[in-house]
């Protein structure tokens, strides 16, 4: 199917549905499906929060009145007890609608259910999911690079993943969610654009496998917009298409290479 069309409308009607949906995410999505109260802002968690991007999308999300959550990294956090709260399932949600912040190790498939689990008791659902494409180094070359930071990337790598499965669990338990994708801009260090194509190779194909006609499953991308450009262009393109439509690539022009381009038509 091309990148540009909708999901799923040549799906037969008899065709299987993913079975995402496994132990306690099942149980506590179909209590919080009848729980969940009836004009409650929406819950959005938003990954890699301690990246500018990630603090961006946070606050223009923020401003919207939603209840967001931003899921940094547990290895970068410095937030002792809220770490030991999200593994513990003791989280309560801010009584002023403030972002919270939920700590996660990207490499463990235990710390990803864990989240969403704590954001679920938090906030008794979640409506959306943003996931950031993880950093993975800024080396140039690649015989720079230490074995150790090499592995360090391919398993930060498997956190998309690990959160993508989880939240599928969670929005085909209610049939409803929205689940996006967003991948970086391009860069000159040649591991960041394998693990790149990695992330979008994922996102593509959970685009196109979507069944369920009340999940929105979209992508974002970058052609070397600033972060607050992006995140400006992610939180405007969510208001007026991506929770409407599904399997979508949304593409974030530079704002730099727009006005040079301007420029050149007039000369």
Request: charge should be positive.
């Given at each position: 199917?091309?990148?540009?069309?909708?999901?799923?409308?040549?799906?037969?009607?008899?065709?299987?549905?993913?079975?995402?949906?496994?132990?306690?995410?099942?149980?506590?999505?179909?209590?919080?499906?009848?729980?969940?109260?009836?004009?409650?802002?929406?819950?959005?968690?938003?990954t890699e929060g301690d990246s500018q991007l990630g603090a961006a999308l946070t606050r223009l999300l923020s401003?919207?009145?939603?209840?967001?959550?931003?899921?940094?990294?547990?290895?970068?956090?410095?937030?002792?007890?809220?770490?030991?709260?999200?593994?513990?399932?003791?989280?309560?949600?801010?009584?002023?609608?403030?972002?919270?912040?939920?700590?996660?190790?990207?490499?463990?498939?235990?710390?990803?259910?864990?989240?969403?689990?704590?954001?679920?008791?938090?906030?008794?659902?979640?409506?959306?999911?943003?996931?950031?494409?993880?950093?993975?180094?800024?080396?140039?070359?690649l015989h720079d690079m230490s074995s150790v930071e090499i592995e360090r990337a391919f398993d930060d790598a498997?956190?998309?993943?690990?959160?993508?499965?989880?939240?599928?669990?969670?929005?085909?338990?209610?049939?409803?969610?929205?689940?996006?994708?967003?991948?970086?801009?391009?860069?000159?260090?040649?591991?960041?654009?394998?693990?790149?194509?990695?992330?979008?190779?994922?996102?593509?194909?959970?685009?196109?496998?979507?069944?369920?006609?009340?999940?929105?499953?979209?992508?974002?991308?970058?052609?070397?917009?600033?972060?607050?450009?992006?995140?400006?262009?992610?939180?405007?393109?969510?208001?007026?298409?991506?929770?409407?439509?599904?399997?979508?690539?949304?593409?974030?022009?530079?704002?730099?290479?727009?006005?040079?381009?301007?420029?050149?038509?007039?000369?």
């Open positions: 199917m091309p990148p540009n069309t909708v999901a799923g409308e040549n799906n037969s009607h008899g065709s299987a549905r993913p079975q995402y949906l496994h132990g306690s995410i099942r149980a506590l999505t179909a209590q919080c499906s009848h729980d969940r109260m009836i004009g409650m802002p929406r819950t959005v968690l938003v401003a919207r009145g939603l209840s967001v959550v931003k899921i940094v990294s547990a290895l970068s956090s410095q937030t002792g007890a809220a770490a030991a709260a999200a593994e513990s399932g003791a989280g309560r949600a801010p009584a002023d609608r403030s972002p919270s912040t939920v700590p996660w190790n990207r490499r463990s498939p235990l710390s990803a259910r864990t989240v969403l689990l704590n954001v679920v008791n938090m906030f008794d659902a979640v409506d959306e999911v943003l996931i950031l494409e993880p950093p993975c180094g800024t080396h140039p070359t498997k956190g998309p993943v690990f959160l993508a499965r989880e939240a599928l669990a969670h929005f085909l338990g209610r049939h409803t969610g929205v689940l996006c994708m967003v991948s970086m801009g391009a860069s000159s260090s040649p591991l960041e654009n394998g693990m790149r194509e990695c992330f979008r190779g994922l996102s593509s194909s959970l685009l196109t496998a979507n069944a369920d006609p009340g999940i929105v499953i979209n992508g974002f991308q970058s052609g070397g917009a600033q972060p607050e450009e992006y995140a400006a262009f992610i939180d405007k393109m969510l208001e007026e298409k991506a929770r409407k439509i599904t399997g979508r690539w949304f593409t974030c022009p530079s704002r730099s290479g727009f006005l040079q381009g301007m420029k050149s038509k007039k000369a």
